[in-house]
């Protein structure tokens, strides 16, 4: 009777594992950056093309010959990461650049005529030799769109209310929303046609006012309030209100105590980035607002001209420049104002921002 002795197997010995793969150099990109450029130059030399099609050519041999390399070293999932990275800058200078380009524009062509007579004095000549500037233009601006103001956001917040916290699923609600969305896409021409042809009914055929614009400003800003002010009151938690309630608090009074300040930072946010929306439109407040050289402080009489309209109307008729192929004066004037309102928005966008900021819920645990 033979007996089988059992063996052992011989395992195979294991071989060393890499946990990493092959990666380009750090200064990968920088490097088919410069050789990029480099190789782009030639072309542009011998075609006589100019700075844009240089960077475009340096911009397509820089998506191409990275990912090459990427996948000679990485493998194709790296070259792939590359590839889409690449694309992402790119599609990113190409939004930024125009913006940069007319920021630029604006403040070469603005500043110089930037200073404090062009800030306080008017249009409006007492002599022929007598310097203006766009301080009623200034004035109107800041008047008109206050009131638009006064207008917009109570009516925007109380119906952003009344859809969050009294109307879910009612009819009501449903057309209050949908004829929000439709006053969201209306022209702003529409709106100034709109207000024009109220007051034309109300006070006759020669009306234009101040408060009109403002009528016409509140059109376009009420939509954006509503949106805005109904997005930040969903983002309430539902169990700060149910608290509010098991204490017995009335509806009322736990939107204004707890509802409101909870949201404040993000309908403040919204309102201030609604009056950059609309302070720097122009077709309504032509149509119903008017043009004057004159300081107008009061916006239920008279014209009022706002810096927008000024723009334009300079632009449309510069005047005669004082040399022969000098800068004429209408021109210079609508560079110095469109200035000014750029400066204008972007204290705008940097108070609602830093409201946002400051009155945003503190997280943390």
């Known amino acids: 009777m033979s007996t089988v002795t059992p063996t052992t197997p ?43 099609t240089w960077a475009v050519l340096a911009g397509i041999v ?6 090459l390399w990427a996948r000679a070293v990485e493998g194709s999932r790296g070259a792939t990461d590359r590839l889409v990275t690449g694309l992402v800058w790119a599609a990113c200078a190409v939004a930024i650049v125009p913006l940069v380009s007319l920021l630029w524009t604006v403040v070469d062509r603005g500043l110089p005529a930037i200073n404090t007579t062009f800030l306080t004095f008017s249009m409006y000549r007492t002599d022929l030799d007598q310097e203006v500037g766009i301080y009623h233009a200034l004035i109107g601006t800041l008047l008109i769109t206050l009131f638009a ?4 956001v109570p009516i925007g917040i109380m119906a952003a209310i009344y859809l969050i916290e009294y109307g ?7 057309w209050i929303t949908f004829l929000v969305d439709v006053m969201t896409g209306i022209p702003s021409i529409v709106a100034g046609l709109f207000a024009f042809a109220l007051f034309i009914l109300l006070f006759g055929p020669s009306t234009r006012m101040g408060f009109g614009g403002s009528v016409a400003l509140s059109l376009l800003m009420i939509p954006i309030v509503v949106r805005s002010t109904e997005e930040m009151l969903r983002l309430v938690p539902d169990e700060l209100r149910e608290a509010s309630y098991a204490l017995g608090v009335p509806k009322w009074r736990t939107i204004v105590k707890v509802v409101l300040p909870t949201a404040l930072g993000g309908i403040v946010t919204g309102v201030t980035l609604s009056i950059a929306r609309v302070v720097g439109e122009t077709a309504p407040l032509l149509l119903i607002a008017g043009l004057t050289t004159r300081t107008n402080f009061n916006v239920f009489a008279e014209r009022m001209t706002t810096l927008p309209v000024l723009i334009f109307t300079q632009n449309a008729n510069p005047g005669i420049a004082e040399t ?19 400066v204008i928005v972007m204290l705008l966008n940097i108070v609602a921002r830093t409201i946002g900021a400051i009155f945003a819920p503190k997280t943390g645990h």
């Open 62 to 67: 820089y998506l191409v010959a990275l990912p």
């Open 149 to 152: 103001a006064l207008i917009s």
């Open 10 to 52: 011989v395992r195979p010995r294991s071989e060393a594992v890499s946990f990493t793969a092959a990666k380009l150099p750090r200064f990968a990109p920088a490097l088919v950056a410069v050789v990029a450029i480099a190789a782009a130059a030639l072309p542009v030399l011998f075609m006589g093309a100019g700075a844009i």
């Open 324 to 342: 022969p192929g000098g800068i004429r004066p209408g021109i210079e004037i609508a560079w110095g104002g469109a200035l000014v309102l750029i």
């Open 168 to 174: 879910k699923g009612n009819r009501l609600a449903r």
